[in-house]
Structures are given as structure tokens and as C-alpha cells.
């Protein structure tokens, strides 16, 4: 599907099992913006009926613990005892919005990087190993004055150098060791994900492993080695020739992005420029680092069979060590209200798509949840109205889909609808109907029969998504950063009992206005 393209590549799969499968896209910008959509290995709980969701979220709420560290890491705890294992989830506060200019992609290649180990792991030397990482540095950082010479003859030689120099280093590499551990102590779902708001690193361990994740991942964020840089950056760049260049989607997706906005650097990708990540140094990644991985912008969620008292205790001995550091710069970037219609064409060797986007706010607006029902009404599922009208009834569309907070909701964002043209059918054609399908919300009060079922499926899926230890990890974590606290996903429920078909429709009259519509047509060549 289109859409999966906007998540494909931002989650790294290690030797570990990745934990099921991805929550729909639709539901889980309704109700759990940021969750990246895995279930946990262990589902260690069964969701109440509908009855019993609010005692249920208020039982949950009065098991969660929650303390900051003098230097300003925070912990959110939630004790499930149900079975002996725990999730565990790193959010650093950092994405692809925050890189400098120039440097696009440093926050995902940090991402790899951070898996390669430390001074102890992932070494068999590391006193033999570290200058010759030095060593690679100097080859790259005349690889680029003989490019900026023109001087091919000496930029040939020197490849092979940084070749030779890399090969040495290797000798001293264990590969994967990182994962190995976290492997042989039970260990499943190692994953990391970048996306353009924020690095989350997770997996689950079992029970009585819970001083080995202290350990393990202190160590890695307190002394990270960023070995085997120059490799990793050739598995980035392919990953972004499968992604962009090689992908009329991603083609598109790119070009898009660029058109809707002309300020934030939500116009980026996350993967980042060919030139920037051809330039990038281990010293971009290590400044980059040293920034924005600081105490005070890292948050800890840890859901599942563990004593906050013990848990606390064990954060003091091996996160305490982490020295206090300024908090990171704020991005200040605000992109300029939109006054006309923009529009992006390609015409490429592909199947035809069209994409309409328009203006959503952050998470933390008091209005967000009203956009996210519009989206979800419009294009969630084969009950929504752009599927009903495009799909089944005038047959002229293979699919219809949307969904809000595109590409991240932590800034003002986007509430993105996008259409497959079925066979003799047009991207105008799709653009017509699903345009008609807007106007209706401006004009027509959606019935409450409607906007119920929508209602439901909303606390349906925020319920399956806090089944699990991962998914309320993520949730506890995503709503503690980008609307202030956690306690506001036990308060969701009553937002979205709260919306009224008049506030559908006084959005829908303030947002869906040509002037604020971004438009993108795919078109075939074939």
C-alpha cells in the first residue's frame, strides 16, 4: 500500500524477532499518534468491553510510578504482572526536523550507529581499534578536499586507502555482539525507529533481566563507539536508492513534502539528501549526539513485571552517571500560513496516485483530536466515505486512504488523503470525487450514528494498543513529550466522547479551503 511507504525503512530489524505486526495506520492517528504500530511479543492482557473502559484506564493510571533523576532523565514505570517480562523504550526527543542544514539523515544514521556498540561491546580491542578509526577520519576528510580539487587521481588512491584502513579496523569488530546478549538472555523485539520528531530504541527482556537492560543500555548511550562508519553510510545510501531514486512512490512522497511545506523542516527526509549524507563525518554524528542525547531529552518507559522501587534504585546506579547537560536547542522554525493552492506533478513509469494534503495542528491543540475523527471518517477503512464513495460505489479508485500527522504531530503537520485511479480512470477523476466527499463535511452535519461508529473504532483501537506492554510504553512516552504529560492518554477517551458533529464541521469550513491544499499528482508515462 501507499502508505506504508511513510513508515518503510524508519525501523531497523536486528537478529531479534520484531514484535508483530503494524497497528492500522488510520486508528492509530486517531488515538496513538506516535506509536510506530508493533504489538509486543507477550500480549499479557485482555481489553475491557466498552463498559468497563474507564475503570480499567483508572486502575492503570494508579499503577504507573513515575521520577526524574538529578540530571534530568525521566522514568515512567507501569507494573503488569501478569507474565514475567518487561518492555522497555528509550525516546530521545530528537528527529529528522532537529538536524542542522546540511547534515539531513544524521539523526537515522545515529540510529545504526547506536547498535555497533561501546568501548566494551561490539570490540575485541578496542585500544588497537580506536586509532584506527581516527585514522579513517583523516583518509575521509581528504576524500573530500581531493573531490572539492577535482583531483581523481588522488581521490581514486584514497578510496582505496580508507578501504584498506576500514579492513584493519574490521579485524577488531564482533558484529552484532549487542544483540547477541540481549539474544541469549531472552531478549525479543530489538528495533529502533527514526522518524522526523524523535529516536525510539526498544525490545522486551524477561523479568529478572531487568539490571541487564540498566546496564546494557547506560553503557551504550554513555559510551558509544561509532564503529564501522564508512560501511554503514554505503547501507544508507542504498536504502535511500531503494526509498527515493528507485521509487516513484518515495519519488513523489519527497517532492510532495518539499511543496506542502516551505519553512519546517518537515519538508526533509528523514533519510536524508544523497549530499548530506555523502558529507556527513563521525564527528557530525558524534556533535549531533553530544546535543541532543543529554538527559533531559531522553525519556524512559518500562511496562510490565518490575517493582518501581527496585527500578528506581537501579536508574540512580547506571543512568545517574550521566552527567547533567543543557537542554538542547528548541527549534524555532514556524512554517508561514499557507495562502494559495500548491501543486507538484511527476510523471514516471508507474501506477498513478494522487495526494491532497491540508494544514492539522501539533498534538498538543486542543482541536487535534477533532482532525484526527475527520480523517479517520473520511478514509479509515472500508466503512470510511472516501472508500464507500471512490472505491465501491463509483469504482473509479483501487483505494482511498488518509490519515493526519503527516510526516510527524509534534509541530503543525498535515491531514494527507492520497487515491489509487482504478483502470481508466483518472487522478482528475479521484481529485473531483474526493473533493465532493470534503465539501459534504462543510455543509452536512455528519449523523451521530456515523460519528459513534467512528467514536467506537477510536477507543477499540486505543484499548488494543494499550494491551500491549510496548504499545503503552510508546503511548505513555509519546503523550508525556508531546502534550506535556502522560496522564493525558487517560483522558483521550473523553476528548473523543466529546466531539459534536458541529465540531466536524467547524474545522472541516476552517481547514478544507483551496488556499490551504496541497496537491500531488503521480501521473504514468507507460
Known sequence: MFWDYFFRGKQRTHKLSLMGKRLSVALLSLCLFWVMGFQAVWADEIA?????????????????????????????VLERHRAPVVSF????????????QGQTGVAHYLEHLAFKGTQRIGTTNYQAEQPLLEKQDQIFAQ???????????????????????????????????????????????????????????????????????????SE???????????????????ERRLRTENSPIGQMIEAFSATAFKAHPYRRPVIGYVQDLENLTRENVQNFFETYY???????????????????????????????????????????????????TLTLKTQPWYLEGYPSPAANHPDSVIYDMISSLLSDGRTSRLYKSLVEEQQIALTAQGSSGYPGNKYANLMLFYAMPAP?????????????????????????????????????????????????????????????SWINLFEE????????????QRVAQEVFLPQKRTIGRLLSDE
Open 424 to 484: 481508466g480512470h483518472t487522478v482528475d477523476e479521484v481529485a473531483v470525487s474526493l473533493r465532493k466527499e470534503i465539501e459534504r463535511l462543510k455543509t452536512e452535519l455528519v449523523s451521530e450514528t456515523e460519528l459513534d461508529r467512528v467514536k467506537t473504532q477510536a477507543k477499540a483501537s486505543l484499548l488494543r494498543s494499550l494491551d500491549s506492554n510496548m504499545g503503552m510504553a510508546f503511548a505513555l512516552v509519546g503523550y508525556e513529550v508531546k502534550t506535556g
Open 48 to 76: 475491557p468491553s466498552n463498559s468497563s473502559i474507564q475503570p480499567y484506564l483508572k486502575r492503570v493510571k494508579r499503577e504507573i510510578t513515575e521520577f526524574t533523576l538529578d540530571n534530568g532523565m525521566r522514568f515512567i
Open 294 to 344: 543529554v538527559p533531559n531529552n531522553l525519556t524512559v518507559a518500562i511496562v510490565g513485571d518490575v517493582d518501581p522501587t527496585e527500578v528506581k534504585s537501579l536508574a540512580e546506579i547506571y543512568f545517574g552517571r550521566y552527567p547533567a547537560r543543557p537542554k538542547p536547542p528548541e527549534l524555532n522554525i514556524v512554517e508561514p500560513p499557507q495562502t494559495e493552492t500548491r501543486e507538484v
Open 89 to 100: 523504550l528509550i525516546y530521545a526527543d530528537v528527529g529528522g526536523v532537529n538536524e542542522p
Open 143 to 217: 576524500i573530500k578536499q581531493a573531490k572539492a580539487e577535482g583531483n581523481q587521481e588522488k581521490l581514486k588512491q584514497l578510496i582505496i586507502d580508507l578501504e584498506t584502513v576500514s579492513r584493519e579496523a574490521d579485524q577488531y569488530v564482533k558484529q552484532n555482539e549487542f544483540g547477541r546478549i540481549l539474544e541469549q538472555a531472552g531478549g525479543v523485539g530489538l528495533n529502533a525507529t527514526t522518524s522526523a520528531d524523535a529516536t525510539s530504541y526498544f525490545y522486551s527482556l524477561p523479568a529478572n533481566k531487568l539490571e541487564l537492560w540498566m546496564s546494557l543500555e
Open 220 to 238: 551504550r548511550f554513555l559510551e558509544p563507539v561509532f564503529r564501522e562508519f564508512y560501511k554503514e553510510k554505503q547501507v544508507i545510501l542504498e
Open 493 to 504: 477517551l473523553e476528548k473523543i466522547d466529546a466531539i459534536t458533529p458541529q465540531d466536524i
